[in-house]
């Protein structure tokens, strides 16, 4: 079965994205933060 991302989900990854780069000195930094929700949204599946 074919996932299918909707308008309005990827606006609001979008939108998430925005968040977290808002609040950011540099790349690295941005880098961090979103490794750091993806280890966590993996460890949330495994569970």
């Given at each position: 079965?074919?996932d299918?991302?909707?308008d309005?989900?990827?606006?609001?990854?979008?939108?998430?994205?925005?968040?977290?780069l808002d609040?950011c000195k540099?790349?690295?930094?941005a880098?961090?933060?979103?490794?750091k929700l993806?280890?966590k949204?993996e460890?949330?599946?495994?569970?």
């Amino acid at each position: 079965m074919e996932d299918i991302m909707t308008d309005k989900q990827f606006t609001t990854i979008l939108e998430m994205v925005d968040m977290i780069l808002d609040g950011c000195k540099d790349l690295d930094e941005a880098k961090e933060k979103i490794q750091k929700l993806i280890e966590k949204q993996e460890n949330t599946k495994q569970k």
